[in-house]
């Protein structure tokens, strides 16, 4: 019921900054939440950010300061603002999508940090 597309991943250097995008196949007035979740190889997938339809946002500790997670209404997209990239935050970015109380993922995004 819900299609999510990622861009925006690359490699950049400590102290870069990428802007991922989610692209949801729907409005995403009728989206309960969206979020950003990331891993590496061999590591459980962890939580990074999410906004809810109504407008709040929430950061993992991590990323706090440095990530923003915006919407926009118009194109149905959802967009992570990474600022301040540290090795770190290498990983693979996936956008999760929580939509009639079901769960939807996008493929990832591939994030690499690295001077």
């Known amino acids: 019921q819900v299609q999510l597309v990622e861009s925006g991943g690359g490699l950049v250097q400590p102290g870069g900054s990428l802007r991922l995008s989610c692209a949801a196949s729907r409005s995403i007035f009728s989206i309960s939440v969206m979020r950003w979740y990331r891993q590496t190889p061999g590591k459980q997938r962890e939580y990074v950010a999410q906004?809810?339809?109504?407008?709040?946002?929430n950061y993992a500790d991590p990323v706090k300061g440095r990530f923003t997670i915006s919407r926009d209404n118009v194109t149905n997209t959802v967009s992570l603002q990474m600022n301040s990239l540290k090795p770190e935050d290498t990983a693979a970015y996936y956008c999760?999508?929580?939509?009639?109380?079901?769960?939807?993922w996008g493929q990832g995004t591939q994030v690499t940090v690295s001077s």
């Open positions: 906004i809810t339809a109504g407008g709040n946002t």
């Open positions: 999760y999508a929580a939509y009639s109380n079901r769960p939807y």
